[in-house]
């Protein structure tokens, strides 16, 4: 595995780019693109244009070979100014383009990457499934081999991106045994595949997601990525950087409820007196701000795992676990310091709960998570 870098000043110089293009392209807009559950317009040829659609892709195809800490640092401030753009951004970015660059052959990686990074392909993933969520790999889908192509036929569902994506990676079994499964280039236009209603959803409503079917789907040979029953070794190891990619996801969250109950806090009096100096109101601010460092500290250094080049089953695990379950406490903690303000969307800490929520189950349950970490320390200590 190629190992990436992100150096102290690269972390810095990203963080301030994204930070001012949230500030002045994603924040002011958050609460529309939640209202009227869509993407912001033409938002992934501007992200292209900011450089930061392959961050952990290769140089010579628009890439900037940075790694999972400059991944975190850019999807906590996305996900600062509107969480559901960034989940948009996690699907393109760590779902379809890593993924691709990481397993794609040479001839795959010139056909489709620098479209991707420039934002002019837009990617998703297909792996869930309506039967297959938590157990992935019991997905049912299928794909056979006829000639020189695959006939593809199944469903995948709460696909992110699946409503407006032009490519995506869809993850197939291609033979009887558990952990034959197979990775496939899906084009939007190819026959025999479709995209079912878009889905609405509780929070990330500004992230699409819908429901991928293929029903006597054609799929080119050369179209299958690596080789027939390769692709479990290809989710598990994507997985480490998507679950730490949507914990520091829960960071932005976390610290923009931290935020705006600060500034609550400051302005609001009752008894002519700012509300942030009563006890039970600045005790909440204080265990948000607890939280979201610790938090943090646990996010930065499982993706300090993953830019080494070694496996963060662990510690993605915990760091995800940990990460959006503060968030959801802090957002929750965001509402009651405002009160009824924060019960009402005129103001955003209702918008970040909802948010909020899904990172406790996307990417893996915290309940399936927890298991994985028990069973890590199993297998380690069986060795």
């Known amino acids: 595995m190629t190992n990436y870098h992100s150096n102290a000043q690269e972390i810095r110089e990203v963080i301030q780019t994204v930070r001012a293009f949230a500030a002045k392209e994603l924040a002011p807009y958050a609460d529309e693109l939640d209202r009227e559950e869509r993407l912001a317009p033409g938002i992934f040829r501007r992200l292209g244009e900011l ?12 890439g900037a070979k940075l790694g999972a800490v400059s991944v975190v640092a850019v999807m906590e401030e996305l996900s600062y100014a509107c969480p559901g753009t960034c989940l948009s951004y996690l699907a393109h970015a760590l779902l379809f383009t890593h993924n691709f660059a990481q397993n794609a052959s040479p001839e795959q990686l010139v056909r489709y990457l620098p479209n991707c990074i420039s934002g002019e392909m837009v990617g998703g993933m297909g792996m869930t499934e309506p039967s297959a969520g938590s157990d992935a790999i019991g997905m049912k889908t299928r794909a056979v081999r006829r000639g020189d192509h695959y006939v593809i036929n199944g469903s995948k569902m709460f696909i992110t991106n699946g409503p407006v994506a032009d490519i995506f990676l869809v993850y197939a079994r291609t ?24 889905l609405s959803k509780m929070g990330m409503r500004a992230s699409p997601t819908g429901e991928l079917i293929f029903k006597d789907c054609i799929v080119p040979a050369e179209n299958l ?4 029953g390769s692709s479990v070794k290809h989710m598990m190891k994507n997985l480490d950087i998507e679950r730490v990619g949507l914990a520091a996801m829960s960071l932005g969250i976390a610290r923009a409820c931290l935020d705006h109950s600060l500034k609550y806090a400051q302005e609001r009096q009752q008894f002519n007196e700012n509300i942030i ?10 265990n948000m701000y607890i939280g979201y460092r610790a938090a943090r500290a646990f996010v ?20 995800k676990v940990f990460a959006s379950e503060m968030a959801t406490k802090v957002a929750l903690d965001a509402i009651q310091v405002l009160g009824g303000y924060g019960y009402i969307r005129e103001f955003p800490v209702e918008r970040l709960m909802r948010d ?4 406790e189950i996307g990417g893996g349950t915290s309940e399936i998570l927890r298991s994985i970490i028990v ?3 199993v297998r380690k200590s069986s060795k």
């Open 51 to 62: 450089g930061i659609l392959g961050l952990t892709c290769p140089e010579e195809f628009g």
């Open 175 to 198: 033979g009887d045994n558990r952990n034959d499964l197979s990775t496939f280039i899906i084009e939007r236009g190819f026959q025999g595949f479709s995209v079912g209603k878009k």
């Open 225 to 228: 990525v690596g080789s027939e």
């Open 277 to 286: 100096n009563f006890q039970s109101v600045s005790e909440k601010i204080a």
């Open 300 to 319: 930065y250094e499982a993706a300090q795992v993953i830019e080494e080049g070694r496996r963060a089953n662990q510690e993605a695990a915990a760091a």
């Open 356 to 359: 909020a929520k899904l990172l």
């Open 375 to 377: 069973k890590e320390f």
